[in-house]
């Protein structure tokens, strides 16, 4: 995961993944944003007296896969502030540049934040990608998103809910996993904490929300695509046959 990629704002926007194809970048084109500046907000900047010098308001638009055999257009809006800096022209007249800073409240269908297992079950995946539409939207509710893709992430490992009659709590079922897969009990207990204050405060760091991505992706890997042991088992081959091949 790259968390330069997810910032509180943009002056320009990365080449995202795309969300469908998850092969090509999604990009702007040259008339795809459009911007609004409301009354009220006009009515500030005259009041301030920065005519010329500034405006903010409202910004929406489209993004567009670059790969033509996909064609994805995804959605991005929310609210933009502009700056109008003035230099001298070669001939000695002024000439105007601006800077434009994007704060994105929304991206429909969301660009992936980390990569997704394909043999994850479709449950625990759904929750994943509605964590990534949320994150532009209410930070809260991305990491409650989170947190019940790790009980579904249990479930796909057949992590059991129930001990007789009493429904386990996710802290417990973290430690049945533990004692079945060691290693993952920190990773996962954190992203329990994340969840849980997101669900009792209703509020949450955002720093705390990417981190949780990161520590879930490589959940996934190891859990999901079982990647170490993977790599162990070629690791064992080579030496077994002493950096020759085996028959």
Known sequence: MDEKLWRNEYSSFPNFKCPRCNNGRIKTRSDSIRYEVPKHAKSEISRAGLQGDMEYGRFAGFLYCEL??????????????REFQYDEGYDGEEVQHSITDHYV???????HMIEIPKALSEECSTQIKEAFELF?????????????????????????????????????????LDTAK???????????????????????NRGFVLDCFELLEES???????????????????????GKPTP
């Open 136 to 176: 532009w939207v209410d930070l809260a509710a991305c990491a409650n998103r989170l947190r019940i893709a790790v009980e579904l992430l249990l479930d796909f490992l057949s992590i059991a809910r129930l001990a007789g009659r009493k429904t386990l709590t996710l802290h417990e079922r973290i430690d049945l």
């Open 68 to 81: 033509g055999f996909c064609g994805e257009v995804v959605v991005v809006s929310g609210q933009y502030r």
């Open 220 to 242: 996934l890997v190891e859990l999901v695509e079982d990647r170490r042991a993977k790599l162990t088992a070629k690791a064992q081959r080579i030496i077994a046959g002493k």
């Open 105 to 111: 409240t929304r991206m429909t269908p969301a660009p």
């Open 182 to 204: 060691p290693g993952h009990k920190e990773i996962l207990t954190a992203l329990r904490h994340v969840g849980n204050v997101a669900s009792h405060e209703g509020e949450v």
